[in-house]
């Protein structure tokens, strides 16, 4: 009996250890909103790198200081709840990263000048004017692909990299989806 219990407690911390290490890695997310499609829709869920080696073109989620709504909070599963979650985390494309130069102007989208080609977006007009001479150190420039209904650097401004809590890997769900997110 008492070798039975010992092997019990070796295999729970065997586990526990094991978790530790790939979420440290690695943090999964499910998809609450429109703000990604046609990338990403809701319910989608993702693998997160844990990493804050960003790059343009890159999707990223990162904590912001919006309170969530009551109807929001109870959709969270019971770690978030455990973990007191009570504003919300974004899931966003990278569209410009420090030193870069961003300019929105007529419905297009312009990095460093150049135009940029955007075939993961269902719309052909971006609203909201906007003009960054220099992304500064440290911040990114975020959009979601669903323009018409994002949240995003728009209209809450650059992204702190240390808000940042991971880049998409892959999606794990649904099924038919499974697979690296362009």
Known sequence: MQREVWEWIKSIVLAVVISLVVTSFITPLEVYSISMN???????????????????????????????????????NWIQRLKGVKTKNLIKRVIAVEGDQILIQNGEVYVNGEELQEDYINEDYTTGDTYIEEVPQGKIFVMGDNRSHSLDSRNLGLVDMKK?????????????KIGKVE
Not at 39 to 46: A, C, I, K
Not at 164 to 176: A, D, E, F, I
């Open 38 to 76: 046609p990338t990403l829709v809701e319910h989608d869920y993702l693998l997160l790198q844990n990493t804050h080696k960003i790059e343009k073109g890159d999707i990223v989620s990162f904590e912001t200081d919006i309170p969530m709504e009551p109807d929001e909070l109870g959709q969270l």
């Open 164 to 176: 940042v809590q991971g880049k998409v890997l892959v999606r794990v769900l649904p099924v038919s």
